[in-house]
């Protein structure tokens, strides 16, 4: 990257700087950057003609302008490149280059987006993550509306419980009203038949007191009624 900062002068391009190598080339890794998923960029370079061996992703970082921190890398780099025409740079090995890149990038924090180290262990490229955001979004908004109907269907059973037990307490209310007043009104047919017995048993008495002879006489006369009728 020469002294001139070209990245004024064009948009930024949000993309990933990742570090590849491979079992090959044991000291070499290359460095470069793609708005893609890195490891369709992966596949590219490790189907070219005369690759050994397929590269492997070592770190890939997003950031939101990749053009920029691939120069600054590079840059950075330099003494460490073999090949100007190549974007191969020497390491003692993967930890190495693994932690020479990474700390190269936070030198430029600012450069690094919110996403921050983006995991893409899994191909998720710029465009996969973003969906992959959206989808989440979506079953969010889902969850949050069941939340709602499942809220609402407890608070109408809980009216439509309190409804019933208002319903058997006025029932449980009735019954017994109606079982109170059943009683009572068997009481006083009783209360009444006992009074009636009471009032023959004294007229009797009286009878055999005064005039037993009578009494049989019209103990007579009732039996001679009730056996017409």
């Known amino acids: 990257m020469s002294g001139h900062d070209s990245s004024s002068e064009r948009p930024r391009q949000e993309g990933f700087c990742y570090l590849i190598g491979c079992e090959a080339m044991p000291s070499l890794f290359k460095i470069g950057r793609t708005s893609r998923n890195p490891y369709e960029r992966i596949a590219e370079i490790s189907a070219a003609t005369g690759i050994p061996v397929k590269f492997n992703l070592i770190c890939a970082i997003f950031v939101i302008d990749c053009y920029f921190i691939e120069s600054h890398l590079h840059q ?96 449980a209310h009735d019954t017994q009203v109606n079982y109170e007043q059943r009683i009572s009104g068997e009481k006083s047919k009783h209360d009444k038949y006992i009074h009636s017995l009471e009032q023959q048993l004294e007229l009797f008495r009286n009878l055999c007191r005064d005039n037993p002879y009578d009494l049989a006489l019209q103990i007579h006369e009732r039996w001679s009624k009730n056996r017409q009728g």
């Not at 955001?133 to 889902?142: V, W």
């Not at 969850?143 to 029932?171: D, F, G, P, R």
Request: aromatic fraction near 6%; hydrophobic fraction near 40%.
């Open 76 to 171: 950075k780099f330099e003494g460490r490149r073999i090949n100007q025409a190549r974007e191969f740079f020497q390491f003692n090995d993967v930890s190495d280059a693994r932690n020479n890149f990474v700390s190269a990038i936070s030198e430029n924090a600012h450069m690094i987006d919110i996403m921050g180290f983006t995991n893409v262990q899994h191909g998720a490229g710029v465009a996969t993550l973003k969906r992959e955001i959206l989808d989440l979004e979506r079953k969010n908004a889902l969850l949050e509306s069941s939340l709602v109907k499942l809220q609402n269907e407890k608070n109408n059973l809980k009216s439509t419980i309190t409804h019933l037990q208002n319903s058997l307490h006025v029932l």
